[in-house]
């Protein structure tokens, strides 16, 4: 549909206040920097940007914010994803309306659709809306999986372009990209598989540790792609340590504390989620400091 989705696209994280309202102004700035860092996309309204505590209207607004802070320079991917097929189709329309350049699905959360309802769910939404879609698979976090058949027969329908894989299990990862045409974009969903997945074929990463280190996420995908596969291969493991540090604190906390130490946007999670614990805190920024990315 006009659109390769590659490179290194950056979860967005939501910027905050202290009222946890949205910080338009934090979102411009933090895609200009991110912008300024290399990246090859963003991507708005996912699972690190706290899409699950965003009312509608807030998504919506969101999308809209980011669209015009891009301004073209690079494409704006938002999360659509709901329980139900109706909703989901709902929120993709908005998305579209917006000026998003494609959305993101996560499988539905709570019920437990069979495959067979998943394809059916899928491809109802891509009949609907004329937009890019890319598939989300994050069973850890839905209870959901995406198998590899299911999603070859997805990828066969047109604006279906790719699937992001956060499931962690590097042989699924493979079978998506060994079961789909060449022009499906696989794409790592797991900081510390970006390289592994490129390797398989993959085309690139939606990572959360984007936001904190985007030049060194950029760095792995560059290098990898200019056959630097052992400076690329060092970089992977200079990331490993930020991305393990998500056991730090509840998830999305680790990776706004860590901007907030940095001085970027990102404010508070929204509650119940709280920062660390000053003991964790502290071992966050040794994290930062060991990969240069705050002073000693």
């Known amino acids: 549909m006009g659109l390769t989705v590659k490179g290194v696209i950056p979860a967005l994280v939501t910027p905050l ?35 699950y505590a965003l009312r509608n209207e807030e998504k919506k607004r969101i999308i809209e914010v980011a669209v ?4 073209g320079r690079i494409p704006v991917y938002a999360g659509t994803g709901a329980i139900t097929t109706k909703e989901t189709i709902e929120a993709c329309k908005y998305a579209l309306d917006a000026g998003a350049d494609a959305v993101s699905i996560i499988t539905p959360y709570f019920i437990r659709p069979s495959q067979e309802e998943l394809y059916n769910h899928y491809r109802s939404i891509a009949e609907a809306v004329d937009i890019p879609i890319l598939l989300y698979n994050n069973p850890g976090r839905t209870g959901v999986n995406l198998e590899a058949e299911t999603v070859r027969r997805l990828a066969e329908i047109d604006n ?11 042989t699924l990862t493979a079978e998506y990209i060994y079961y ?3 022009e499906f974009s696989v794409i790592a969903g797991r900081d510390s598989l970006i390289l592994a997945t490129l390797l398989y ?10 936001n904190v ?8 995908y560059e290098n990898y792609i200019k056959g ?15 991305r393990t540090a998500f056991n730090l604190g509840t998830f999305p ?13 990102s404010g508070p999670a929204r509650k119940p989620i709280t920062s660390l614990t000053e003991e964790n805190r502290e071992k966050l920024k040794l994290i930062l400091r060991d990969a240069g990315l705050l002073e000693r």
């Open 17 to 51: 206040d202290q009222d946890e309202n949205i910080d338009e102004k934090g979102i411009r700035e933090l895609i200009d920097y991110l912008i300024d860092s290399g990246v090859h996309g963003v991507f708005v309204c996912g699972s690190q940007g706290e899409g």
């Open 68 to 71: 015009d802070a891009a301004n």
């Open 160 to 170: 279906i372009v790719g699937i992001k894989d956060s499931s962690g299990d590097l």
């Open 180 to 182: 789909s045409p060449e």
């Open 201 to 210: 074929g993959g085309k690139g990463a939606i990572a959360a540790t984007a």
């Open 213 to 220: 280190a985007p030049k060194l996420v950029v760095g792995i």
């Open 228 to 242: 630097e596969i052992e400076k690329a291969r060092e970089l992977q493991f200079k990331l490993l340590p930020l």
């Open 253 to 265: 906390a680790v990776v706004k504390e860590a901007m907030n130490l940095l001085g970027r946007p």
